[in-house]
């Protein structure tokens, strides 16, 4: 009786699971159909490039913004050609560079030749305020877009939106915002009314998690903090944002893939869900 009983029950298990397997045949995973996901090279700061593109393989993520640690700011064309061959054939695309700081005239000639040589239309840049009007005269010169990064309470130099926008307002309309959803957060600001009242400007986002709204907070992995990632992934569709969104990992800078992995896989999941 009790074999009966047990292979009764094993025959019913087994075609409920094929039943489920049947069905789990047709569920389509989105990801992001909206926005792309990527990462920021700084996530990856103790690591070199071959071994960066080791781990964004593992995770399948094939969007990266180049800082220079990785591609150094005296690389030669040759140099930048060898870069771009082996993201490309590790199917990862340097979308854009930086963060590139700038505290004098020479640091934004510099930094402008990079941005020429690699071939890029865009970079993230952190110029000194003074340096504004001459960097918009270089963005006219040279033809490319450049989105200022927010740094939030940690500096005085553009720490959301809103201080980006107050100073490029009259500027050349090039001259965009790289809004850090995570700092935003931590200089009490609201990454959904910012994403809101200024998608016209925000040219490309990083995006973190963290354990408080102040500037105490710090980098957490994505769905263990304070951040309503949902919400915001609801406004970037609202706002018809098809950008980058790019993880910038703070935490655990020599073992960066395990928070890394999690806070991917949780944004992927947090776009699935919201469909």
Request: net charge neutral; aromatic share 10%; glycine share 8%.
């Amino acid at each position: 009786m009790k074999k009966i009983n047990f292979i009764t029950l094993f025959s019913a298990a087994a075609l409920l699971l094929g039943t489920c397997t049947a069905s789990a045949q047709f569920v389509t995973k989105h990801g992001s159909e909206d926005f792309k996901i990527g990462v920021a090279g700084f996530s990856f700061r103790n690591f070199n490039i071959d071994e960066t593109l080791k781990m964004m393989k593992q995770m399948g993520v094939k969007y990266m913004s180049v800082k220079d640690f990785h591609l150094p700011m005296n690389s030669t064309a040759e140099q930048m050609e060898a870069f771009k061959a082996k993201l490309a054939a590790a199917d990862v695309n340097g979308y854009i560079l930086g963060p590139i700081y700038m505290n004098s005239k020479a640091d934004a000639d510099r930094a402008f030749e990079y941005v020429k040589r690699y071939g890029a239309d865009i970079f993230i840049g952190v110029p000194a305020y003074e340096l504004l009007p001459y960097v918009n005269e270089k963005i006219k010169e040279y033809n490319v877009r450049m989105a200022i990064h927010t740094h939030g309470p940690d500096t005085q130099t553009f720490p959301d939106a809103a201080d980006v926008m107050a100073h490029i307002k009259d500027l050349d309309p090039r001259i965009g915002i790289c809004i850090d959803l995570g700092h935003t957060a931590r200089f009490g600001a609201s990454c959904v009314n910012d994403l809101k009242k200024y998608k016209d400007r925000i040219y490309d986002i990083h995006i973190k998690d963290e354990t408080e709204a102040s500037k105490a907070g710090q980098t957490w992995e994505m769905g263990r903090g304070i951040m309503d990632i949902p919400a915001i992934v609801k406004t970037l569709r609202k706002i018809g944002y098809t950008g980058v969104v790019s993880l910038e990992f703070e935490k655990d800078g020599k073992n960066p893939l395990p928070g890394v992995a999690e806070s991917i896989g949780y944004l992927r999941g947090v776009c699935d869900a919201t469909k």
